[in-house]
C-alpha cells in the first residue's frame, strides 16, 4: 500500500486549507482500510488527528480540532481529505496520513504511511 499525501502549504491564521491522500497499491481495497491523519510539530511527538472508517459513516477527531477539521473520503478515488478550517498557529505540523485496517488513535497502530506534507499558519 502507497499513500501519497498533498495539499499542504503557507496560510494566515483562519484560514482554510484541504488535504488530499491518494492509497494505491495491489493488496488495497478501500473497504478494508480506516483512513487516519496525523500531525507532528516540529520537537513534537507525532499526534492523532482524525480517523474515518471504510464507508465513512464513523468518524473520530482529536480535541484540538474538533468543529475545525473534517475528514472525508472517496472511495471511487481511493483518496481521503482533511478539510481545515479556522486554522490557529499551532496546528504547524508535518501532516501525515496514515492506512491500517484496525482503528485507532496511537501512530504505531497504523502499518502504512504517507510522506507527509507540510502546514504552516502564520499569526
Known amino acids: 500500500v502507497q499513500l501519497q499525501a498533498s495539499g499542504g502549504g503557507l496560510v494566515q491564521a483562519g484560514g482554510s486549507l484541504r488535504l488530499s491522500c491518494a492509497a494505491s497499491?495491489?493488496?488495497?481495497?478501500?473497504?478494508?482500510?480506516?483512513l487516519g491523519w496525523f500531525r507532528q510539530a516540529p520537537g513534537k511527538e507525532r499526534e492523532f488527528v482524525a480517523v474515518?472508517?471504510?464507508?465513512?459513516?464513523?468518524?473520530s477527531y482529536a480535541d484540538s480540532v474538533k468543529g475545525r477539521f473534517t475528514i472525508s473520503r472517496d472511495n471511487a478515488k481511493n483518496t481521503v481529505y482533511l478539510q481545515m478550517n479556522s486554522l490557529k498557529p499551532e496546528d504547524t505540523a508535518v501532516y501525515y496520513c496514515?492506512?491500517?485496517?484496525?482503528?485507532?488513535?496511537?501512530?504505531?497502530?497504523?502499518?502504512?504511511w504517507g510522506q507527509g506534507t507540510l502546514v504552516t499558519v502564520s499569526s
Open positions: 497499491g495491489r493488496t488495497f481495497s478501500s473497504y478494508s482500510y480506516f
Open positions: 474515518i472508517n471504510w464507508s465513512g459513516a464513523r468518524t
Open positions: 496514515a492506512a491500517d485496517k484496525s482503528s485507532g488513535v496511537v501512530p504505531g497502530m497504523y502499518d502504512y
